[in-house]
């Protein structure tokens, strides 16, 4: 089956239990038409670069998933009509890359970062 990632962006107005009850509830979508989460990360709020439906925040999250394309498209349209949801993203990709992503990571453990130049 082919391998997706989506980042769900839920409104700032959600308790932390309920942006990770959106997940949960996302990945039985998958499960009920075919599918599988394979992994999730919950994000926190996070500061949007622009307003969307008055909001400033947002509850991130992201999801690894195997499933067919129906069950994918399923999901989205669930996610599109669900109020607490603003916006959806989601890409097939060839392989999953393991967790923590680089959003979880702590700054010093990050290794792909070039080393900072003294400002003059």
Do not use: C
């Given at each position: 089956?082919p391998?997706?990632?989506?980042?769900?962006?839920?409104?700032?107005?959600?308790?932390?239990?309920?942006?990770?009850?959106?997940?949960?509830?996302?990945?039985?979508?998958?499960?009920?038409?075919?599918?599988?989460?394979?992994?999730?990360?919950?994000?926190g709020?996070?500061?949007?670069?622009?307003?969307?439906?008055?909001?400033?925040?947002?509850?991130?999250?992201?999801?690894?998933?195997?499933?067919?394309?129906?069950?994918?498209?399923?999901?989205?349209?669930?996610?599109?009509?669900?109020?607490?949801?603003?916006?959806?993203?989601?890409?097939?990709?060839d392989?999953?890359?393991?967790?923590?992503?680089?959003?979880?990571?702590?700054?010093?453990?990050?290794?792909?970062?070039?080393?900072?130049?003294?400002?003059?």
């Amino acid at each position: 089956m082919p391998l997706y990632e989506h980042v769900m962006i839920a409104r700032q107005d959600l308790s932390n239990t309920q942006a990770e009850g959106l997940i949960e509830h996302f990945g039985t979508v998958l499960s009920d038409n075919g599918g599988s989460m394979t992994g999730s990360e919950y994000w926190g709020v996070k500061t949007m670069a622009y307003k969307i439906n008055k909001n400033r925040k947002g509850h991130y999250a992201f999801m690894l998933s195997d499933a067919p394309a129906s069950a994918v498209q399923e999901m989205e349209r669930l996610m599109r009509l669900h109020d607490d949801v603003m916006r959806v993203l989601t890409i097939k990709v060839d392989a999953h890359k393991e967790l923590p992503s680089v959003q979880m990571q702590k700054r010093d453990e990050r290794s792909d970062r070039g080393e900072r130049r003294e400002r003059r």
